[in-house]
């Protein structure tokens, strides 16, 4: 019969080996998952960055829209006092050019009918001109409102994924944290 007490120093050291190769697997085990949640909380933490960045963006937009809505107002006005002192001026001017299209003498009576023709002309020249600012001011209106509601949009969508983002954050920084104290 074989001795078993031969065997046992060959089975200790096997034991030992054995204890030694499975110690550096868990370590290495666990290097691995710490290096997976690392890199799970980098993600994380960009995620973040990148609806921050979004929500930003957003903000910037209804800002930039509410900018453009103000001007255009102003565009607007300035158009409208300007269209108003240029119908006085026309008013004024072109009754007097009236009176004296009537007058005795021919000659200075076609001279200013011709005047007139050409004071005409130059008003409907200065209201076009006047009509073309104000729908450019307008257009810059609807712009700036279509920013604000497109602002409005993005805003809600950044928040959301930004509290999704803060909530996986919040769970891979304790997951992260938790494998640290193992």
Same mark, same amino acid.
């Given at each position: 019969m074989i001795n078993s007490k031969q065997y046992i120093p060959g089975l200790l050291m096997i034991m030992f080996l054995g204890s030694a190769v499975l110690s550096d697997a868990q370590t290495d085990r666990k290097a691995a998952e710490l290096k997976s949640l690392g890199k799970n909380l980098s993600t994380a #933490?960009? +995620?973040v960055a990148m609806a921050q960045k979004q929500l930003n963006a957003a903000d910037s937009l209804i800002k930039t829209g509410y900018q453009m809505i103000k001007e255009g107002k102003a565009e607007s006005k300035s158009v409208f006092e300007e269209s108003d002192r240029l119908d006085k001026e026309y008013s004024a001017r072109h009754?007097?050019?009236?009176?004296?299209?009537?007058?005795?003498?021919?000659?200075?009576?076609? #001279?200013? +009918?011709t005047e007139l023709k050409t004071f005409d002309n130059q008003y409907k020249s200065e209201n076009l001109s006047l009509e073309k600012k104000l729908k450019s001011a307008e257009r810059k209106q609807s712009s700036g409102s279509s920013l604000v509601i497109r602002g409005k949009t993005a805003k809600l969508n950044a928040r959301d994924a930004l509290k999704t983002a803060n909530a996986t954050l919040k769970s891979a920084q304790k997951k992260f944290d938790a494998a640290n104290k193992k």
């Open positions: #933490k960009s +995620r009754k007097s050019l009236e009176k004296l299209t009537v007058s005795d003498d021919k000659a200075e009576a076609a #001279k200013t +009918r």
